[in-house]
């Protein structure tokens, strides 16, 4: 097993390309301005991500312009989830952020645009997502917050291993209103690499 080491984590990271089946994690690019088109009209995803709600192209070039500095400081790999077979037609996106690092825990998002939604993209891209987290950066704890409605993230997380540790209450503010959300986990020291 690999050691933890929080200095790694040093800003600026570098966000890898991931295959993880039919499925690529790359970084963000300029062209992914459609992808952020498709999700900022989503009823949901601008809801519980930060993803502008409505699209123009200033708002859309300004969240990729985020992911780049998330990554420059320090606070996270942003990824977009695409296929395989068409690495640039981005379908989603999956994050691990760091701010809670120090303590030995990650937080991981994603989201998928609902044209691609139930063919496994998430549940490919968050097995991937794991398999780095685990196997090239041996961070103790990843973590899922998913809102309880969410049935499809919840069976994309059970089936990435993850196991559900709690409700939390009045947890998250969605459009201005507080939310329980669930808990779910996956450790470090439970985790056999694939092969």
């Known amino acids: 097993m690999r050691r933890f080491d929080p200095a790694a984590f040093a800003p600026p990271l570098r ?9 690529v994690l790359r970084p963000f690019e300029a062209d992914d301005l459609s992808l952020v088109r498709l999700a900022a009209v989503d009823p949901v995803i601008p809801s519980i991500t930060s993803v502008p709600r409505g699209y123009d192209g200033d708002e859309g ?24 077979s068409d690495p640039g037609h981005g379908v989603g996106s999956i994050g691990l952020w760091l701010e809670e690092i120090e303590s030995g825990r990650a937080t991981i998002g994603y989201w998928i645009v609902k044209d691609a939604r139930g063919r496994g993209f998430a ?35 059970i089936s990435a291993g993850f196991l559900r540790e709690a409700l939390l209450r009045d947890f998250e503010r969605i459009d201005g209103e507080q939310h329980d959300a669930e808990c779910y986990a996956r450790l470090y020291a439970d985790w056999a690499p694939p092969g």
């Open 61 to 84: 070039r300004a969240f990729i312009e985020r992911q780049y500095r998330r990554s420059a400081e320090g606070d996270g790999f942003s990824f977009v989830i695409a296929p395989a």
């Open 123 to 157: 549940g490919h891209a968050l097995r991937g997502l794991v398999a780095f987290a685990f196997g090239e950066l041996a961070i103790p704890r990843l973590q899922l917050f998913i809102e309880p409605w969410n049935i499809a993230s919840v069976k994309t997380a």
């Open 15 to 23: 966000v890898p390309l991931l295959t993880a089946g039919p499925v």
